[in-house]
């Protein structure tokens, strides 16, 4: 993987650069095998720059790395917002927007667990959170718009982190222990049906 000897950007053109710079940050990160591969000097050789020039916009490669995860949050986002509309019921449209978030583990391994390795969620993370919350609401015939209750918040929480274990247990195509048996798809639509079961069940129990 060998970047290309880059012209340089006209003056006030530093975040054209800095694009670039994660542009091939994301390259090298899609072609290792873990992190350790991923390095100041590969991100700056595959985008043609010197190491030096990555620093005139990124602290240390740590910095390089939470602005792809960034990025990869609003890709997943994006996937999401494309693969729902196609539902032609609530449910489908949350079951399509859960396989788009674990289709992209699949696809982008590393980047994912980049994605998934921060102190605290980052403002795309946290509107992916919200996207499964709004889905999950509709699905349980609630208002979507409707600002979530600690219930549905609960329910949409334990739905997403049931999500990521599917993510990371099934990033490859080979099986892994309780998911041999069955498919992505199989175990995604349990675990919706199941969430939606139980915020169903909430909104009906009787408040004390």
């Given at each position: ?65 939470a602005a ?49 390795k ?40 334990a ?9 990371m ?40």
């Amino acid at each position: 993987m060998a970047g290309s000897t880059r012209q340089r950007n006209v003056r006030g053109q530093g975040a054209l650069l800095r694009d670039e710079i994660l542009a091939a940050a994301i390259r090298v990160v899609d072609s290792s095998a873990s992190t350790n591969e991923v390095s100041l000097r590969s991100i700056a050789r595959e985008a043609g720059i010197s190491n030096m020039s990555v620093y005139a916009h990124f602290d240390s490669r740590e910095d390089v790395l939470a602005a792809v995860a960034e990025l990869s949050w609003d890709q997943v986002n994006r996937d999401i917002a494309e693969q729902v509309p196609s539902g032609k019921t609530r449910r489908e449209r949350l079951l399509l927007g859960c396989r788009a978030y674990v289709a992209f583990a699949q696809r982008f391994p590393l980047r994912y667990v980049l994605m998934v390795k921060v102190d605290e969620i980052t403002p795309s993370a946290r509107q992916a959170l919200e996207v499964v919350t709004r889905g999950l609401l509709a699905a349980g015939g609630m208002d979507p718009d409707s600002e979530p209750g600690p219930d549905a918040q609960r329910v949409a929480a334990a739905l997403s982190v049931a999500l990521h274990g599917v993510a990371m247990l099934h990033r490859t195509d080979t099986p892994h222990l309780w998911m041999s048996d069955f498919s992505t798809c199989e175990i995604i639509q349990t675990m919706v049906d199941a969430a939606i079961l139980q915020l169903e069940q909430t909104a009906a129990a009787p408040r004390p």
